[in-house]
């Protein structure tokens, strides 16, 4: 089974399937949901260098 799941920014929701690549832009609102069966991986790359301080709970 392929893992599925969804990207869910204040722009737009899109699927997170394997393979693919989702661009977010510094300082976008974002989530992401599992909403397959199996465990979803998620490889993250950041530019400029992610900084622990910078992130923001949202509820």
Same mark, same amino acid.
């Given at each position: 089974? #392929?893992?599925? /799941?969804? %990207?869910?920014? +204040? ?12 661009? #977010?832009?510094? /300082?976008? %609102?974002?989530? +992401? ?27």
């Amino acid at each position: 089974m #392929i893992a599925l /799941g969804i %990207a869910i920014s +204040l722009a737009a929701a899109v699927a997170a399937v394997a393979g693919r690549n989702l661009l #977010i832009p510094p /300082g976008t %609102a974002h989530c +992401l949901h599992n909403n397959g069966g199996e465990t979803l991986r998620l490889l993250c790359a950041c530019a400029p260098a992610y900084r622990h301080e910078d992130t923001e709970t949202l509820e």
